[in-house]
């Protein structure tokens, strides 16, 4: 149903308003560039699938997720249906997301925010958070 064409590093994340991104470790955030013949709707289900098979069981007192697969962008598509919104309504607020969208687009133009993903890391305010290469300790 999809091949991946690119993927970024792995980054570490730390929450706003975290320390640092010392122990205990934030999420992991990958971005990965996939090619599929679905339509938004239809790839939002099968990486449902994925992410299922994948996480396992939710843990936690509020039921966390161990693996988060989302639609960020579907090339300069802007759509908005119950259940998906493309783009990701956060991905220009999160460091992580940009962060990882650097290594593989810079100049990727954000359909809704007709700006650069080098322009909104740049601008992205200091209480986003924090976001580094992962490395095995």
């Not at 320390?19 to 470790?25: D, G, K, Q």
Request: aromatic content about 8%; proline content about 9%.
């Amino acid at each position: 149903k999809a091949r991946v064409i690119l993927q970024s590093s792995v980054y570490e994340t730390a929450e706003a308003g975290s320390p640092s991104l010392a122990t205990p470790r934030g999420p992991l955030t990958q971005v990965l560039e996939l090619q599929t013949d679905s339509d938004p709707a239809k790839l939002l289900t099968f990486l449902g699938h994925c992410q299922d098979a994948l996480a396992g069981p939710k843990s936690g007192t509020f039921g966390q997720k161990k693996v988060g697969l989302e639609i960020l962008f579907y090339g300069s598509r802007s759509e908005k249906s119950p259940g998906l919104i493309i783009p990701h309504p956060q991905s220009h607020t999160r460091m992580d997301v940009l962060s990882a969208m650097l290594e593989l687009y810079p100049e990727f133009i954000h359909p809704t925010q007709k700006r650069t993903v080098r322009w909104l890391l740049t601008y992205l305010p200091k209480t986003a958070g924090q976001a580094k290469p992962f490395k095995r300790r």
